[in-house]
């Protein structure tokens, strides 16, 4: 059993003041924080009597198996919660690379991906073209849903875009 720091404290209150003693107890794998007013709140109803009562007196008590036993049930379960969350934590894949600061998905040109790196003809500037951006910039002059890049060209938002792109653009 090893036993560590003794800590006696006044709290001070308006109506005087209140001696706690706190202890901190460790034995393998179990770790334990006595405070003497929590273990007779808990206990007095039990027949704890002394609300000031010393960690070594406690420790002879019934009541200092059970609050063992609780302590090593919430290390256990508190593991288990830290171990469910670093497996959940390495399942998500994060992307790699650059993101779109619209729709925080990677800015990367390729088969499967929404954005397209391309130029308005006639307009200076590189244009990254994200459809759920183009989407909601034109959702309330008709817009209907998420357009490829295909689809968009030949809408009759491309020359607004175009248009917003080139003002945006200052050219």
């Known amino acids: 059993m090893e036993l560590f720091g003794l800590w006696p404290a006044k709290v001070t209150f308006p109506g005087g003041w209140i001696q706690y003693s706190f202890f901190f107890y460790q ?3 179990v770790k334990y924080f006595y405070c003497s007013t929590k273990v007779y709140q808990t206990y007095a109803a039990e027949g704890l009597a002394n609300p000031r009562m010393p960690f070594a007196d ?3 008590t019934p009541f200092f198996r059970r609050e063992l036993e609780a302590a090593k049930q919430r290390s256990t379960a508190s593991k288990q919660v830290r171990k469910e969350q670093e497996t959940r934590q390495a399942k998500e894949e994060h992307p790699t690379g650059r993101l779109c600061r619209f729709c925080h998905r990677p800015v990367k040109q390729g088969p499967n991906s929404p954005h ?17 951006k183009v989407f909601s910039l ?9 357009m490829t890049w295909a689809e968009f060209c030949q809408s009759s938002f491309y020359e607004a875009e175009k248009r917003r792109w080139a003002v945006e653009n200052g050219k």
């Open 27 to 29: 034995s393998g794998d």
């Open 58 to 60: 406690f420790a002879c």
């Open 116 to 132: 397209i790196h391309t130029a308005f003809p006639g307009v200076a500037g590189k244009y990254n073209y994200c459809p759920a």
């Open 138 to 146: 034109y959702q309330a002059e008709g817009m209907t849903r998420e």
